[in-house]
């Protein structure tokens, strides 16, 4: 499992928030330069800043910072969290059902999103640009709703999520 911790000692000790973050090296069989650039940089951002309060957990005196471990099995979403001693705090199951179609519409622009870069002009780059934030942003909007209940988290929390939701789903 591949993981990373915080760079900076900026956040309390105490507060909701990931600090350490893996996702499921087994469930990814494939990853091009883009994608990993992609999974470096929602790592890294997520890491630097992100709202993420497990609301059982928290419920039970569980304060944060958050270890959490991406994996998909039998097409769920598997979130485990522990505490900053990587002991299991709970463990949350998301159907993956409604995120099919943008993950798929994800895949689609970002593939003609990188071919533009290579030989499209400016305004061709930004049009596109434009329609895959705008999916990133709907997904993310998605997920803050399956998560309602389970987790408070924010809205840019939850767009890297996404991303790194997307790059579990990479299939050779």
Not at 24 to 46: C, G, K, N, P
Not at 53 to 80: F, T
Not at 160 to 170: G, K, M, N, P
Request: glycine share 6%.
């Amino acid at each position: 499992m591949a993981d990373t911790s915080p760079s900076s000692g900026a956040f309390a000790k105490s507060d909701h928030r990931i600090a350490k973050i893996g996702l499921d090296d087994e469930t990814i069989l494939w990853r091009s330069a883009d994608v990993e650039q992609e999974r470096r940089v929602a790592i890294f951002d997520l890491i630097e800043e992100n709202s993420f309060k497990p609301v059982r957990s928290a419920e039970r005196g569980a304060c944060g910072p958050y270890h959490l471990a991406l994996s998909v099995r039998d097409g769920r979403l598997l979130l485990d969290i522990g505490d900053k001693l990587d002991a299991p705090l709970e463990t949350l199951l998301l159907g993956l059902a409604r995120f099919r179609r943008p993950i798929r519409d994800y895949f689609a622009i970002c593939d003609s999103y990188y071919q533009a870069i290579r030989k499209a002009t400016p305004s061709e780059i930004e049009t596109i640009d434009m329609a895959r934030r705008g999916i990133h942003d709907g997904a993310a909007e998605l997920l803050i709703e399956r998560l309602e209940g389970k987790v408070e988290t924010d809205f840019m929390t939850a767009r890297r999520l996404f991303t790194l939701i997307c790059v579990l789903h990479i299939k050779g």
